[in-house]
DNA sequence: AACTGTGAAGAGTTTCACAGCG
DNA sequence: CGCTGTGAAACTCTTCACAGTT
């Protein structure tokens, strides 16, 4: 077993989708930093947690490295998602066809408000949170997207983790308290919005001084 | 002048949220990293790069902290935001009215297809991409939010660094490609849930063997 | 010659552990 | 005594530089 370091597996995602676009059949690590804006060096020895796949002289066969990459992710088999807050954002996100990039299956909305149960979004219907355990049993979830006020979210979590949810995505200002082996994932629109207040006013005074 | 690590500035939002909420007059750093889900000594080191101002044997005056980190963080001033894309999450973003915790005021929302120019999205009215260097000019915007197609991100962060942008909030599932001067933070719902998938399978995995 | 894979150095981050202050 | 502030140790991540392979 390897031990992907946490900030590997960070960019694969990037490396995947730049592999992606590419269009030659061979890329160099210089190529590939390029493409997502980071040192070459850091590309060699991301990739090389994966196994040696590259060609000295050559470079990385693309269509082999988009696999191994895909396969090292997980990619190789779908997801089912549930996303539980139909508000503005959840609403965004169900109807947000390209998901991901295709391999998570958004199976199941739903909101604790009666007055939206029933509405349909795209080609699912939104589903009272009572339905919720029930539900991740019968339809195998196993990301739950949490899109309610940071008001509910922790009781969404619990729920969630209650119903055997490991992996959690998080878009309420609030730090969720979950058992430790839950993964919690954190996208966070105000804490983003302040560290680029910080950067703003720090850039205003290196201007000053 | 300072020099606050990146890595302490990313966790000042999340205590400052956690300030916000508590209710008594003093804290400890053991509660406070109670609340933030972080080790107390990370607490008490990126506390310590702002001042000192915690008090022995006491702890922290609530309000004098939620103060300097605010300070720290420039929300003693307004940032003026505009939004570049008005499709589904464009649109989400723009009605989500408790932008970050105050502090930054939507102003403008911009969009390439002129079926939607005019069109009101809470009390605003989205303009046509041509307005954008002038607005940028008489409203101030400081911080760009981007989420268009990834096919036309590109191009929105490169008016927006002609117009003098220097934050870029992007969204779209792209690696910008902006001078060093510019901020950009991407938001990546898709790499994100690669994420997940990637610890997913590798508990799969675990329970296995 | 061109490019990968990787040891080793360097930078940044976290955590420990305790001196020092209230 | 209780809790902060901080050197120093431990760990993680990045980058360099080059040996090794095609």
Known sequence: M?????ATVQRLPIYLRCLREFEAPTISSERLAELA??????????????????????GYDV?????QVSRELGLTKDWAVCIVGMGNLGNALARYGGFGERGFDVLGLFDSDAGKVGRKVGNLRIEPLGAFAKAVKSRGFSI????????AAQESADRMVKAGITS???????VLSVPEEVDVRRVDLST???????????????RAS
């Not at 269509?63 to 696999?67: I, R």
């Not at 959690?168 to 609030?174: D, E």
């Open 192 to 206: 983003e919005l302040q560290i680029c207040s910080f950067y703003l006013s720090r850039s205003a005074g290196k």
């Open 168 to 174: 959690i995505l998080n878009f309420a200002p609030i």
């Open 144 to 151: 739950g997207v949490i899109t309610t006020p940071a008001s």
């Open 2 to 6: 390897k031990g992907i370091p946490p």
């Open 63 to 67: 269509d082999h490295l988009t696999h």
């Open 37 to 58: 804006r980071v040192n070459s060096a850091k590309v060699r020895k991301d990739l090389s947690f994966l196994g040696s796949y590259g060609t000295r002289g050559v």
